[in-house]
């Protein structure tokens, strides 16, 4: 794995100046958000999305505290309840690979790509990342994939947990460089789209929230 270097802490970082990977995945799958927004009209699409990127959000926290030692805050719905019991369901058969915990929810950086993200969790080898869905969806994999890059981490593994059913699904997967290099031709559109439409806003995320969410169009925000 090829990579220029990488870097766990930014003290002073003026995270305006970075690009995160969340940011440049959900710029090239607008397409399909807007066509769900189109279908449901605006106030429903935003009435699900507040919803399902607090039970995500909700979820994501729980997981942290409890690998971290704390105490989780209660998570409210049904919905975040079922994707907790789903995580506890795979966490007992991941006991040995959970005793390996390298960083929770920590930032990585390229400095000379100017690009960040947050895995949810690293371990010996790995990088994990949870998702609160109905499905896994191509997003994922190139999110993961680019977290793998970024951490100088060879394989990853994407945990679904269902929101319905309480059930969760792994998705176990090598770096791969192809990935990478097509994640690279996106955030090189990306950034040509930022210059052209004059787009001005700062990358600065809003912690957790951002980090660990997208719209999609199953009709509802998946994390």
Known sequence: MSRPEI???APGLDFAAYDRVTSVLDWVSRGELLNWRGKVGNQEANRV???ALKRGTEVHAWIADLLSGRKPKKVSGFEAENAIQAWKEWADLNEASLKTVRTIEQRVFNHSLCLMGQPDLAAAGEIFDWKVSKRIRWPHLWQANEYCWLSGISRYRIVR???DLGIFEELKK????DRHEAFLGALKAYRQWKLDSGE??????DAKEEEHSSESADGKVET
């Open 161 to 163: 947990l269902d929101p």
């Open 7 to 9: 870097s766990l802490t």
């Open 49 to 51: 999305s507040k919803k």
């Open 200 to 205: 001005t806003k700062g990358n600065q995320e």
């Open 174 to 177: 090598p770096y791969n460089e």
